[in-house]
């Protein structure tokens, strides 16, 4: 394939790929559930409008643990006669959704103190890999709450939502 051809592909999915993050931008303004997952330090209009996808309708969770089940971010279980064994998560459920929550946890550590000190201290004890899932697990439990009781996130900043709220606007404003 000649380098001019490379060149040529790159910026047709580079705009086809713009196009579709601008739709996104568009939808998620229209969702008041999207705006409020968004508050959540790590989540960002793509990731809010995917989050919400794969969920679904959150009232079909009972309670936040079954949806942490879905999700696959629940500690895996082994029993055999009185022994019981925990593993690493289940890894059921949408593979997208627990990506999404694993890399929300990454970001959200450095802006929530509340979360760093979840990761801190589950890090010191368990190691920094469960550390993540487990405020992962975390972030499960906050999205169910709040999806499902439409509660604002506890402990947001407002700038750093401002700011996504803005460049989410700005994306959905230069539609063509």
């Known amino acids: 394939m000649a ?11 580079t705009k086809h790929r713009d196009a579709f993050e601008r739709e996104i931008a ?5 969702d008041l559930r999207a705006k409020l997952l968004m508050a959540i330090p790590g989540i960002s209009h793509v990731t809010a409008l995917g989050i919400l996808s794969e969920i679904v309708d959150v009232r079909r969770f009972k309670t936040a643990e079954k949806l942490a089940a879905y999700a ?12 019981v064994r925990g593993g690493g998560m289940t890894r059921t459920g949408p593979a997208w959704l627990r990506y999404a929550l694993v890399n929300a946890a990454t970001t959200a550590v450095r802006h929530d103190e509340r979360l760093k000190g979840i990761y801190e201290r589950t890090s010191k004890r368990r190691g920094k890999p469960k550390a993540k899932v487990a405020v992962a697990r975390m972030l499960d439990t906050v999205i169910w709450h709040m ?3 439409g509660t604002e996130y506890r402990t947001q ?20």
């Open 3 to 13: 380098p001019g051809a490379q060149t040529g592909m790159i910026e047709t999915a």
């Open 26 to 30: 568009a939808t998620c303004g229209d």
């Open 72 to 83: 696959g971010v629940v500690p895996s279980r082994r029993n055999s006669g009185d022994a």
């Open 147 to 149: 999806l499902t009781n």
């Open 157 to 176: 900043n407002e700038g750093l939502t401002q700011r996504k709220y803005k460049h989410m606007e700005r994306l959905s404003s230069s539609l063509d």
